[in-house]
């Protein structure tokens, strides 16, 4: 049989730890720079309308996530559910996937955080490097982005602890600094700014297109389930609660936007929500007290993409479906070493293409998310008819409506992002995606061809451990272990 061994991480995560990870990862800087043209689009209502409508969609694509992760609470998320529920070939194109959507927004958050400090206090244009796609990089921009995507790389290298607390820490600063334009806004604001409540049918529509990217951050939670120390059955709420808090937050922001400034106003910023504030207020210290809560929301995704990213490598490796380096653990931090080393080195070097080259990563990133969540419906479906006595400490209630419509859910995701759909991906951003798929055909022959003597019993011990492995592939092991031993 060989020898095989599993590593394993340490559960170190409480309740509120994955609640902030949950929420923190969600909640990024595009409320900030885009729910001025939400508001321009549908109007406040409208707006509003349109992000309900897409908590409903994304809770039925959540609810899939929250029975399967307490039933399989093992790292790589997705990638388990898939392999559980769809096979090997379909949990490799899941975990490649969603590997690809994590590393592209982890690489955005990057040139954010420049952008976002350049707002606050100006850096100077001085140390010029190069343009890219018409924005011209300087040194001193470049080394702010680099050096955040340093330090957060150190900080999941010394153990996700230290990486939850600051996330706990900086998801709760930014609620708080939501909280203060909330306020703000309604009690200096004025109803009559709100106008027009809604421009029509077509501007929710346009609304609608852009929502699942916002809620994408919840599928973090299943990445660090190994590393819980919960009981399984709150994970499930926590995950759900985590998407109607995001749902509120977005609610907030448009409603405090709205009643802060006329539409005039709202149109003629760069940075909507933090001008308009600044506006209400009568001071631009407001402004910079909203930017202060953007940079927080940017380093609260960022950290929690690192998470998920380096977790479904892990996996992956894990599983001898990449190069096991990756599967290795730090034996001081309990941290998959190689994996944070090449996310952390892939954010270091996104800031080298400027911020406007960027919104390429993000869009085409968004679509290896949804393709995920395809996988994570198609195998709920699947393992309610295969397994149905797998224990489930949460267990969704009309189940196979919610799966069937959770699939219904990431489909129409999946068109809007094709030349069919009302969004679709530019061809620079199709380019991204098909170097990514061939990147992973490639690696896939690999591990195939190197790895060619691992057997499903040894592979199923790999992935879910004794403590979750189907009983016939248990005891195909156990037999191999016992004739081993002799």
Known sequence: MGNIERQSLKRTMGSLDVLALAFGTIIGWGWVILAGGWVADAGVGGAVIAFIIGAVLCIFVGLTYAELTPALPLAGGELVFSYRGLGYNCSYITGWMITFAYIGVAAFEGPSFA???NYAIPLPKVGYLWTVAGFEVYLPWLAVGVGMAILLTILNFIG???ATIFQTCATGALILGGLILVFGSATQGDI????PVFTGVKGIAAVLLVVPAMFVGFDVVPQAAEE???PLKKIAGI???SICMAALWYILMILGLGLSAPADVRAATDIPVADAFAYVMGSPVFGKLIIVAALLGILTSWNGFIVGATRVLFSMARAKMLPEVFARVHPKYGTPTAAILLVGLLTC???LLGRSALVWFIDASAFGTVVAYFMVAASFIALRR??????RPYKVKSGMFVGVAAVAVAFFFLFLYTPLGPSPLTGIEW?????WVVLGIVLYIATQINYRNVTSAEREYLMFGEEYMRKDRAGEFAKRKTAKAR
């Open 386 to 391: 295969s397994e149905p006595e797998l224990e």
């Open 431 to 435: 380019l991204l995606v098909l170097v």
């Open 115 to 117: 952008t976002a400090i």
């Open 349 to 351: 070097l996104a800031p």
């Open 192 to 195: 009559a700014n709100t106008a």
């Open 239 to 241: 995950l759900i609660a």
């Open 160 to 162: 996700i602890k230290s």
């Open 228 to 230: 819980m120390k919960i």
